[in-house]
């Protein structure tokens, strides 16, 4: 009030007699009424409409003792203001209120406290109002417009700042700076309000809720929002038609509400275009519904203490996750077309629910480190498995001639696996637990081959230790495919009987010839024996004589023999017990003939393999060996 009495109602005579329009904002200044001068926004300034903005100052900082304002304030429509508006440390609380008018400059309202500021329907060459101090709400809405900065960095607001259907244009520079703003209710960029220029709320404080639906933010080459650790007691709703051409920066702000992007549109114009690191969201984050984004989206290092939900929005150019917590689901479907990346890596949620067409649309995704408490739409482990392969993992690439147009395996890393057969083992699903548990580790079993390969191509190796490596490579192989890694022992009964089988098919058939022999010193030393091995064949089959083993059958010391069983003697090689006394009875003559040299040499293997897999089941039914998660 003291600043201002320099000027009095005398000088401002004395200077410039009083325009028609000034004597009625005079006459009207203490009614408490709205003064109308004419049609909003003049282009010209006339004796009906010119206003000095030294008179508007007058009578906000009290006037004098003849011409007082009324405490609704200085309420003006309609005016051309000429000169500047000086109210740099002015302190006043009545409303300044010039609406539907021209500035011919722009206002300076740098440290000033003001009951309330409204300048709807206003167009001027900006505003400046740093540190501005305002006990109820700032209105500059409506069609207002402002061809220059808008500054309003450092200032608080008791109320609300409300630019809905207003224009802010930066004139090439930024529209709206407003870098650690104090707002006690919301703020709304909404409704039509369009910037030319960067908005700034870096550091701001919001009471509310940030409201910028059906807006239009064009950063004109540069960001479209810059909002570095904004704090909204509310929601942020960029939605229902938001547009944004430029980087919208979100990094570091906490949402005490929701972030609503439903149908919305951001475009980063070569930058990304939603940059959230370490974005804290109390409530859901909402990137769906039209959801539309040029330029990768990275909500990296974020927590949401809601959904995350992204069904039917597009995302050609990626989604990052890294490390995102998410309490409650996140929806990955019915995403619109091709998705560059999705990287989930480290990231958890409460539960994922997703499609299988989201994720073959999704040219490259990272799963590892990602955690799920729960899997809400049920896909085929088939296709589950699918997804874990197509997981993001470095290549390896062979430099043979031979290798180079092969696909190789992949160095995979096996936490994502494990977390779906943990998943699957949650829900009962105990087999699709161990199909997950195989797939896990042939693909490990194949790319410490292939990569051990590459070892040898860039240091090479001595033959012993190549070949020590295959012969592991090829233990391994078989462990999985007889004992499934430990996960499925019970494979080992189906490969039990088949190599019984193909042994009774092998016995049987040197029986069947003759090529087999009583495995005892008392027959092979008896008359019968004798007196059949002088009338048989002196050594293999002949047309026109007999097997020694055909003719000994007939007499009857065979009657009181074990009587052999191909099947019985395939069983007694493989078991290592000698059950049946089949193996004791009966042995093969590998100088009879073929079929009797192959059984030779081949129940040596049938005893081999019959304790090896008895012995390894033992310990893996027993926890001795095999893979444990």
Known sequence: MKY???????????????????????????????????????????????????????????GCK?????????????????????????????????????????????????????????????????????????????????????????????GQLSCSNATFDGDGGPALKAQGLDVVDGVFLRDGFRAKGLVDLNGSKIGGQLNCEKATLDGYGGPALMAQGLDVVGGVVLCDGFRAKGLIDLNGSKIGGQLDCVDATFDGHGDPALMAHGLDVVGDVFLRGDFSAKGFVDLSGSKIGGQLVCANGKFPDGLRLQVVAVTGWFVWQDVIGQVQTLDLNDASVGALVDDWESWKNTEWYDLEGFQYGALIYRQSVEQRLSWLDKSANLAIALNSEQEKHRVFPQDINPQPYTQLARHYDKIGHRREGTQV?????????SSRYFRARLKWQERP???????????????????????????????????????????????????????????????????????????????VYQPGCQMPLWIWKQSESYKDYETFSALGYGFDLFVPLDALGQEKAWAPSHGRGGWGAVGYWFRWGVQIAGWLITFVSAAVLTGLVGKRD
């Not at 195989?438 to 693909?443: A, D, F, G, M």
């Not at 019970?490 to 088949?498: E, T």
């Open 461 to 539: 190796i001595s033959r012993t230790a190549a070949v020590g490596a295959t012969l592991h490579a090829l233990a391994n192989t078989l462990y999985g495919a007889v004992f499934g890694y430990g996960f499925a022992p019970f494979r080992a009964l189906f490969w039990s009987a088949v190599i019984v089988l193909i042994s009774a098919w092998v016995f049987g058939i040197a029986d069947f010839w003759g090529q087999m022999a009583p495995n005892s010193d008392v027959v092979l030393t008896s008359s019968d024996w004798i007196q059949a091995a002088e009338l048989g064949c002196a050594d």
């Open 437 to 445: 548990r195989l797939r896990r580790e042939q693909r490990l079993q």
């Open 4 to 62: 201002g009495q320099d000027i009095t109602l005398e000088t401002l005579k004395a200077a410039q007699p009083l325009t028609e329009a000034e004597e009625l904002l005079l006459q009207g200044c203490d009614t408490g009424q709205m003064v109308e001068l004419g049609p909003p926004r003049p282009d010209d300034a006339t004796d009906d409409n010119t206003i000095r903005a030294e008179l508007i100052r007058y009578l906000l900082l009290g």
């Open 66 to 158: 003849n011409v007082s304002p009324h405490a609704k304030g200085v309420q003006v429509s309609g005016a051309y203001v000429t000169g500047v508006l000086d109210l740099v440390g002015c302190v006043s609380s009545l409303q300044l209120g010039v609406v539907g008018s021209r500035f011919e400059n722009a206002p300076d309202l740098t440290d000033c406290k003001l009951g309330a500021l409204w300048l709807d329907g206003s167009c001027l060459p900006g505003v400046l109002a740093q540190r501005m101090r305002v006990g109820r709400s700032v209105m500059l809405r409506n069609g207002f417009r402002a061809k220059g900065l808008v500054d309003l960095t450092g200032s608080k607001i008791g």
